[in-house]
């Protein structure tokens, strides 16, 4: 602890420079500044601070580089911004995490936003690092345990698995985040709340993570109200997070949400870069940035940890085809689909069983485990085909045997996939065989 503290010092002390670079506004276009004098200091992505007469200051963002001048996106109105301002080149792009970080609820810049003082690690990351190399990484691993009775049997997650989490607004998904965050078995969680409201920052760390799941986790969260610079380094910073603890040869969580405000964000900053909108409005550069986040999670190589991780993705209109939930489907290992109309019978998770699958199957199960898996399925199927003449009542016992079984499980498997209090995967699998025996259905 001593080490690390003496580290961190090192590192704020390193920070401290003799010599400022400094340029000045020579132009304001918009909502867009134009920046002289920083000459070859500043690069892409590098922070800027903009002085003002009034002994304000503003941020902002290198977005574009025009010889001896530079554009800056400021992350507010640039309300009172006058022509000759001072603006001091504050930071290259990138955060510097450390171990002292679990437990803590930081902004994207490594800012403490729990109002107590934090130390900065001794080494400065990227937040856009590469992802480890494809032809040494490892598979996937070990079946997780979750907590849940779907998650530990019919949706399984193992170690290193990338998972997306589509669903609504108002139907669980904040809350699902949650039980993952606080059950689900790993060293640390790093958690990337992206565009959240204000006021659900602390509710969530409070209510939703509670005191023993934030003791393993660190929170990165950029609310709805701050410029789309600070909500799309958001997801970068937490991943360049996850990172550290990756290459300490730790499981690490990951949670972003939600990948659709990061790419709202990223559309706001590209299509100020000068990008033309192409699919739905997103520029053509929103599929690449979210797939490069995607891909750097997963299973590390040899003497690396892996990322476990789980990304929401907000649906509007439960529309499955529209470009975020596209784009996520294809590069992904899985995902989960809530559905609003059973979170509205009062089933939690909301779970749409049939729509979501878990790429880890059949591997992630023995061969009877798969043999329930299948039969369940098969069963849920079954009974969704013909629901509307089941509550009709038009159906006649009888007459097809593999429904009448799954009339008579449907009601014990629609709980099952509800029970938030699995102790174990085996108890877990050992409940599922019961009540398919129960119902007269295949079981090992």
């Given amino acids: 602890m001593e080490n690390q503290t003496i580290n961190s010092l090192r590192a704020e002390l390193a920070t401290l420079r003799v010599v400022q670079e400094l340029g000045k506004v020579v132009s304001v276009e918009g909502s867009l500044l134009r920046v002289g004098g920083l000459g070859e200091a500043a690069s892409i992505g590098d922070v800027l601070q903009v002085w003002l007469r009034d002994g304000r200051s503003i941020l902002g963002e290198v977005i574009q580089l025009h010889g001896t001048d530079m554009t800056m996106l400021p992350d507010t109105q640039p309300d009172g911004v006058s022509i000759g301002d001072r603006v001091a080149l504050r930071d290259h792009m990138g955060i510097a995490p450390a171990n002292s970080w679990i437990g803590r609820v930081i902004d994207p810049y490594g800012n403490p936003l729990d109002g107590k003082p934090l130390l900065r690690g001794p080494e400065m990351r990227s937040l856009k690092n590469d992802p480890p190399a494809p032809a040494e990484r490892r598979a996937m691993g070990k079946r997780l345990e979750t907590g849940m009775s779907t998650f530990n049997t019919l949706l399984p997650i193992v170690q290193g698995q990338r998972l997306g989490l589509f ?13 993952f965050a606080c059950q689900l078995q790993a060293d640390v969680a790093v958690i990337a709340l992206v565009g959240e409201r204000g006021r659900e920052l602390r509710e969530f760390v409070e209510n939703v993570l509670g005191l023993e799941g934030l003791a393993r986790s660190i929170v990165v969260a950029a609310t709805s109200d701050q410029s789309p610079l600070v909500r799309r380094r958001c997801a970068l910073a937490a991943m360049s997070v996850a990172e550290h603890f990756r290459d300490q040869g730790k499981h690490v969580l990951f949670l972003a949400d939600s990948i659709t405000r990061f790419a709202e964000a990223h559309r706001e900053v590209a299509v100020a870069s000068g990008e033309m909108p192409a699919l739905r409005g997103y520029p053509p550069s929103t599929a690449h940035m979210i797939m490069s986040l995607c891909e750097r999670a997963g299973p590390g190589c040899d003497g690396q940890g892996d990322i476990t991780g789980i990304f929401s993705v907000l649906v509007a209109g439960s529309d499955m085809d529209e470009p975020i939930a596209d784009i996520l489907r294809g590069v992904l290992d899985g995902h989960v689909v809530l559905d609003r109309k059973i979170a509205e019978r009062g089933r939690f998770p909301a779970v749409d069983l049939l729509r979501s ?21 098969r069963l849920l199927g079954a009974y969704e085909q013909s629901a509307t003449m089941i509550r009709a009542g038009l159906y006649t016992e009888g007459t097809d045997p593999v429904l009448d079984i799954a009339i008579r499980a449907w009601p014990e498997i629609d709980a099952y996939l509800g029970d938030q209090g699995a102790p ?10 019961l009540l398919l025996r129960r119902a007269g259905a295949k079981t090992m």
Avoid: D, Q, W
Wanted: a positive charge; zero cysteines.
């Fill in 167 to 179: 669903a609504g607004s108002g139907v669980g998904k904040t809350s699902l985040m949650g039980k």
């Fill in 357 to 377: 699958v878990s790429r880890s199957l059949p591997a992630a199960a023995t061969s009877g485990e798969n043999l329930l898996i299948g039969e369940a399925r």
């Fill in 424 to 433: 174990s995967v085996e108890t877990s699998f050992a409940k599922l065989n």
